[in-house]
Every structure is written in C-alpha cells, then in structure tokens.
C-alpha cells in the first residue's frame, strides 16, 4: 500500500514539474506557452464556476417559476377512472406504477392514456389529474421539485464549463504540437547531413 502511495506521489511530481516553469535548457518556448495557457484556463474554470453555478440556477429557478405559474393558471384538475388494475411488475414495492386512465376533456371527448397512479389501484377507481386546455394530461411541476432543478442546472453550468476549457486546451495542445513537429523536422533537415558525414 505504501509503495503503491509513494508511486502515485511520484507521478504526480513528475507531472507537475512537466507543467511548473522553471530554467529547464530543454523546455522550449512553446512549452512554456503550452504551461502558461492551461493555468490560464484552469485558473479562469476556478474562478468563473461559483458565477457560473449561481447564474445558471437563479436562471432556471427564474424559469421554473414561471413554468409552475402558468400550470396554476391554465390546468384545471379533472376525474380519471382507472381502465386498468395497477399492478406491481416488479418485486420491489413502489408507489406509483403505469396503467390506463380515461377523461373527459373540455371540448367533451373522452381521452385515454398511460400515466402513473398510486400503486394497487383497481379498475374503476377515480383519481385526479392535471389537464391542459387543450384536454391533455400533464404532471404538474411541484414548488418541491425546483430546487432539484437548480441544482441540476448549476452542475451542468460547471460541467460545461469544464468541458470548454478543456476542449480548448486540447486544441491549444494541438496547435502547439503541429508546430513542434515541424520545427523538429527543419531542425533535423539541418543537422541530419552533419550527423551522416560523421559516421
């Protein structure tokens, strides 16, 4: 266990000196520019996450809340009768299970439709549901439920965030390597026909 810790400390100090600029004769200037753009980046994903988070929930709260307030004014509550007996499928109990309910809608037609209701519900029995003007049902969105929402939108602020610096240190990376490459080969056109004649 120790020389599995003391191996992984190894790699990480040879990693860091990799990255950390010092006066290496052998780091070019390219990967001195290479180090300095991923602290860049990385210190700019540290410094722009919490504002990243923070907008992006008071956003989607913002939304959720206006969501929630439209449902309160256009959805109405109706009686579903059950057309199915909601049985368990599975071995574990849970509260909510699928099965046919029917409604009728403003314009007067009967509706059908698949939909959650409480788990051990018989046939004929009369539960409520959310419905549109338009007659179709909906799950109302909960004042609970938002504050899983803001969550959610914060991580993937962040996440994204992540996402784009590393893409374009990638790229960075990249571009840096192409022109290493081609300097190593003028280098090398440069010194290979010294190095033939010596042999």
Known sequence: MRRSRNAQAAWLGRFLRGWIPDRNPLRRRTDRLEA???GVLFLVTCVSAPFAAAAASRWENSSSQREMRVQQA???EVRATLLDNAQEVDAYPVLKVMANVSWRAPDGRTRTE????PAGAVVGRVIWICIEPSGQAITPLLRNQIPARDG???TVAVVALGAVAL???LAVHGALSRHRMTAWGIDWMATEPRWNTRR
């Open 167 to 169: 893409l374009t240190g």
């Open 36 to 38: 300095a753009v991923f």
């Open 152 to 154: 959610l939108a914060a």
């Open 74 to 76: 256009s959805c109405r």
């Open 114 to 117: 698949a939909m959650q209701v």
